[in-house]
């Protein structure tokens, strides 16, 4: 359970940085910390204890295995964070040429 | 029964998206030619799957994965009534957006990009209402949301990238909340088919553990739909990006990764339960009612015009949510299926008077260069075409009779007096005239007010592409409130509205009992 506990808390951390940080690249870093947080809930949803490597063995039919659905879905993520977060940061850059700044105090034409 | 057109919904239009990128250097205006020929063959798939549909539920096994012991394996495609209507919606709008880009972007250099980053966008959005599966729609959403990001930016100006930072930002939140839905429900069902879920679930599911889902992904898909607390990127978004682009964003989009998705989980996967129907109902009336005060201030067209989709949207939540209270309720099923036909009737009317008035809004920014209300004035004389469609579109939106918004607007009146919920009829009668006063101030601005004389430097008519777009959409707007007669109703909108009540009907085409 204290597992469970310290995901959320991660989570919470993320969502907090990216409420009170000013920078763009910091609040980018946050939602990355709230993106491995949900990583790390994934992967121990399909933690067995005392299971093995989900690749089933003949010589030893009653193994028990981790299941594996969960490992395939947090590729998956992985890879689809891997894109916002690239393309987040090149964001970034062209508004970093753009403004001369980042912070996001500044950045603020769009209103109403 | 399946339906072999199916996966091409998908593999076509990435097919298109890495031809362009590949052999679009070198042959000049290929790219034009793949969109065009892409989004053309799904348009017509589309409605031959509409037409051959016909309440049965078709399944594709992706890899020819059947099921072991009755579980469900692989991954599933599945394609009932309502994904065939949002499949016409996404590829109509698409191929006539598509169309009208030929002679807007050619401002733009890169052209290429925008091709495919365009057919990644609606490959994204057919997986979304194709798939049977809950990661897959997480998967399509983020591939539809990431080249929509890549798209709000085309510009690559100060505002474009302010915008698509902040729809980024809400966006990545948006999906963190769907994965960990979907996490805390493979952690209780130790399954991700939509059909299988519910069973596995059983009639009595564990009361908070079903709450917390539900609620991280209505927030979730509510960010993805711009419903009221959670709209704050959609005005920049939608009115940073090219007018083609915002008509599909506007029309398409937050449809059928924000409204589809939100039908489909609470009243197929989920059972409804009392309180999450009045929440939802509530927070559409409050899209309706916020998103229209937010509106009468503004003056740059293309923002008042995405202040509008959030109101509109609300509507379209608001009657579903009226059918999912009585359906909770158990009582009054034909009340309920006419507040559902209101919704799906008004999201398909929305699909086309929105994407007319974005294309409209582009129209004008092409010739004048500006989007300010009060620099324009006296167009109708230049632009009769542009003048006279955005008549069409801002009469429908306001619902004015004979134009589709008339009679879904009173359709979901009705429903709302018949079940007995008199203040949001009464509610959605006031915001339907404070649209209308809205779009007065458009019509007056934007093409009357001013006499101008003509002479060699006043504005022509855009050319040919956008004029066709336009005038093929004010056409549609026209022709879909054929949608309210008995007969039309009953082989297009009641399928589907018979799929959203029983979701026995479409369980038990999946699972195979």
Same mark, same amino acid.
């Given at each position: 359970m204290v597992v469970y506990l310290l995901c959320f808390i991660l989570f919470l951390v #993320?969502?907090? #940085?990216?409420?009170?940080?000013? +920078?763009?690249?910091?609040?980018? =870093? *946050?939602?990355?910390?709230? $993106?491995? &947080? =949900?990583?790390l809930f994934l992967a121990l949803i399909g933690y067995v204890h005392d299971g093995v490597v989900p690749i089933v063995d003949p010589a030893n039919p009653d193994a028990k295995y981790v299941d594996p659905l969960p490992q395939a879905m947090v590729l998956t993520a992985i890879v689809i964070g891997l894109a916002t977060t690239a393309m987040l940061m090149s964001v970034i850059i062209r508004i970093y040429r753009k403004y001369k700044t980042l912070d996001i105090r500044e950045i603020k034409n769009l209103r109403g | 029964m399946m339906n072999p057109l199916i996966p091409l919904f998908v593999a076509v239009p990435l097919a298109g998206a890495f031809l362009t990128m590949i052999l679009g250097k070198f042959i000049k205006n290929l790219n034009r030619y793949i969109g065009i020929i892409v989004l053309l063959f799904l /348009?017509? &798939?589309?409605? @031959?799957?509409?037409? +051959?549909?016909?309440? +049965?539920? *078709?399944?594709?096994? !992706? #890899?020819g994965w059947e099921p072991v012991n009755g579980i469900p394996i692989g991954i599933y495609m599945v394609m009932d009534s309502l994904t065939a209507i949002l499949l016409c919606i996404i590829n109509t709008i698409g191929l006539l957006a598509v169309f009208y880009s030929? &002679? @807007?972007? &050619?401002?733009?250099?890169? $052209?290429? @990009?925008?091709? /495919?980053?365009?057919?990644l966008m609606v490959a994204g959005m057919n997986g979304v209402v194709l798939s049977g599966d809950l990661f897959n729609i997480y998967v399509f959403i983020e591939i539809s949301a990431i080249s929509s990001y890549a798209l709000v930016a085309f510009g690559v100006e100060r505002e474009q990238l302010e915008a698509t930072f902040k729809y980024q930002v809400l966006g990545g939140l948006a999906s963190l909340l769907i994965l960990m839905g979907i996490g805390f429900i493979y952690w209780k069902a130790k399954t991700l088919n939509l059909a299988d879920i519910k069973t596995a679930l059983g009639t009595a599911p564990e009361k908070n553990h079903y709450l917390l889902v539900q609620m991280l992904l209505l927030s979730g898909f509510g960010l993805k739909a711009a419903i009221i607390p959670f709209h704050a990127w959609l005005p920049d978004a939608h009115s940073s990006a090219p007018s083609p682009i915002s008509a599909m964003l506007s029309g398409v989009l937050i449809k059928a990764a924000g409204i589809?998705?939100?039908?489909?989980?609470?009243? +197929?996967?989920f059972i409804i339960s009392e309180e999450v129907a009045i929440l939802i109902t509530t927070l559409?009336?409050?899209?309706? !009612? =916020? #998103?229209?005060?937010? /509106?009468?201030?503004q003056w740059d067209i293309k923002r008042l015009l /995405? @202040?509008?989709?959030i109101s509109q949207m609300g509507y379209v939540v608001m009657s579903v949510g009226i059918g999912m209270i009585l359906v909770a309720r158990n009582t009054k099923p034909e009340i309920a299926s006419l507040a559902i036909f209101g919704g799906l009737f008004h999201l398909i009317n929305h699909a086309a008077f929105k994407s007319l008035l974005f294309l409209n809004a582009g129209a004008i920014e092409y010739r004048i260069g500006t989007r300010n209300l009060q620099e324009m004035g006296g167009m109708s004389a230049f632009m009769p075409a542009t003048s006279s469609t955005s008549f069409i579109a801002s009469m429908s939106i306001s619902g004015i009779p004979p134009f589709n918004g008339f009679f879904s607007k009173l359709i979901i009146i009705i429903a709302a007096i018949m079940a007995r919920f008199y203040l949001l009829a009464l509610i959605a009668v006031i915001v339907s005239i404070i649209t209308l006063a809205s779009f007065m101030k458009f019509q007056r601005y934007a093409f009357y007010n001013k006499e101008v004389q003509k002479d060699e430097n006043s504005p022509k008519e855009v050319p040919f592409p956008m004029v066709f777009s336009m005038i093929a959409l004010g056409i549609l707007c026209l022709l879909l409130s054929l949608l309210v007669l008995p007969q039309v109703r009953d082989t297009v909108l009641k399928p589907a509205i018979d799929i959203l009540m029983n979701s026995q009907m479409y369980i038990s085409p999946i699972l195979g009992t």
């Open positions: #993320g969502l907090y #940085g990216m409420i009170t940080r000013r +920078n763009l690249v910091k609040i980018v =870093i *946050s939602l990355s910390i709230m $993106e491995i &947080s =949900i990583f | /348009a017509v &798939s589309s409605y @031959y799957s509409l037409i +051959n549909i016909t309440g +049965n539920v *078709s399944v594709y096994k !992706v #890899g030929f &002679s @807007y972007i &050619s401002r733009y250099t890169s $052209e290429n @990009y925008f091709y /495919a980053l365009f057919c589809y998705v939100i039908l489909r989980l609470f009243f +197929n996967m559409g009336t409050l899209s309706m !009612v =916020i #998103g229209v005060l937010l /509106a009468i201030g /995405a @202040y509008h989709s």
